[in-house]
C-alpha cells in the first residue's frame, strides 16, 4: 500500500482497526483511508472472533466493524470491546441498513452506525466525529429505526429462532439451548404471533430482515 511520506502526516494520527470480511473491500477501505492525512490503518482482520486480539495487540482508536462477521457478528465485538478496550470506539459499517441492527449496535456500546454506499470521504470524518465523542449515525436509517419501534423480541424468543435455521427441530433446539420441548415450542408460538407470520421459517426470515437477529 502506498502511503504519503511520514513527514506529510500530523503528529497524532487516528488509529483505526478494520474488521470486514471480504477481503477485497477490506483492503480498498485500508487503502482509501490510509490516503487521509490524519488516519492510519494500523490493524486488518476478516472475522469478528479476531477483533478483540487485534485490539489489544494495535490499541486502536477506532474499530470499524462490519456487522456480518465470521465467528462473532461485529455487534457482538462491540460489546466485548466496550469491555476490553474502553478507550476504542467503535463505528458500525454495514451493507445492511436494518433498523434492529442500529438499536442492537447502540445497546453495544457502539458510537456510529453508517451503511456502506456512502463516499470515503464521509467515512473518515466520522471516525474523527466519533473519536472526537459524537455519535454518528446514517439518517435514513435512523429515521426508519424510529418508525420500526424496539424490537418486540425477548432474548430468549431471538435465541429460539436462531435455534431454528437449517431446519432444526424442536427437540434439537431444545438440546441446544438446554429448554423443555414445550418451553422451545411455547417460544416459537409466542415468536410467531409478534412477527405476525405463519410459522418458525417465515418468522426468522421477518425478524432478520428487521435486524432483530
Request: hydrophobic share 45%; with cysteine; proline share 5%.
Amino acid at each position: 500500500m502506498d502511503e504519503m511520506p511520514q513527514d506529510h502526516r500530523p503528529t497524532k494520527c487516528v488509529r483505526v482497526l478494520l474488521a470486514e470480511d471480504q477481503g477485497m473491500m477490506r483492503g480498498a477501505l485500508a487503502l482509501l483511508l490510509g490516503m487521509e492525512r490524519d488516519i492510519e490503518v494500523v490493524a486488518q482482520v476478516g472475522a469478528g472472533d479476531q477483533v478483540v486480539d487485534a485490539a489489544l495487540s494495535a490499541h486502536p482508536d477506532v474499530a470499524l466493524l462490519d456487522i456480518e462477521l465470521p465467528g462473532r457478528s461485529g455487534l457482538d465485538a462491540a460489546e466485548e470491546l466496550r469491555t476490553e478496550c474502553p478507550d476504542c470506539k467503535v463505528l458500525i459499517l454495514t451493507t445492511f441498513g436494518r433498523p434492529g441492527y442500529l438499536r442492537r449496535a447502540m445497546d453495544a456500546g457502539a458510537a456510529g452506525f453508517l451503511v456502506k454506499d456512502g463516499p470515503v470521504e464521509e467515512l473518515a470524518e466520522a471516525i474523527r466525529q466519533v473519536l472526537r465523542g459524537e455519535t454518528v449515525v446514517d439518517p435514513a436509517l435512523a429515521a426508519a429505526a424510529l418508525s420500526a419501534g424496539p424490537n418486540p423480541l425477548t432474548d430468549r424468543e431471538c435465541d429460539v429462532l436462531k435455534a431454528s435455521v437449517d431446519g432444526a427441530t424442536v427437540a434439537d433446539i431444545a438440546g441446544k439451548l438446554h429448554l423443555s420441548e414445550s418451553t422451545v415450542r411455547n417460544y416459537l408460538s409466542s415468536a410467531i404471533g409478534k412477527t405476525g407470520t405463519r410459522n418458525r421459517m417465515e418468522a426468522v426470515r421477518e425478524a432478520r430482515g428487521q435486524g432483530w437477529l
